[in-house]
């Protein structure tokens, strides 16, 4: 029986999320985080296999990514904070969200 400590390592951002930022070159990528950090699977010792990933991009690709550190949260237990912590992560998300399609000729007004 393996011990119980072995099972609480934290470990680094998987394959799948260093092989998403290969999409950096279509759009923006960002990691959003709510405090206390630990308590949002934060551990800056992932960050370095993200930045590890980012070296290998172009500059370009680079820009489009943002690691943001929220004051509210942690957003991990989102629907247990209160309707202030709540809101602003709603506001930030959605903001991000809308930022995405703020040239879109439909958010405009130009539809048909």
């Not at 951002?13 to 279509?26: A, D, G, K, N, Y």
């Not at 004051?71 to 506001?91: H, K, Y």
């Not at 998300?93 to 048909?112: I, K, N, Q």
Request: proline share 5%.
């Amino acid at each position: 029986m393996k011990p119980v400590t072995k099972r609480l390592v934290r470990r680094g951002p998987s394959s799948s999320v260093i092989e998403t930022l290969s999409h950096l070159e279509r759009g923006r990528i960002v990691f959003l985080y709510g405090r206390p950090l630990e308590e949002d699977h934060y551990d800056p010792r992932g960050l370095e296999s993200v930045n590890s990933a980012l070296a290998g991009l172009t500059e370009r690709a680079r820009e489009r990514f943002e690691l943001r550190l929220l004051d509210a949260g942690p957003l991990t237990i989102f629907d247990g904070l209160d309707a202030a912590a709540q809101d602003t992560i709603v506001e930030t998300v959605a903001g991000e969200v809308g930022g995405c399609f703020a040239d879109s000729p439909m958010r405009a007004g130009t539809h048909a």
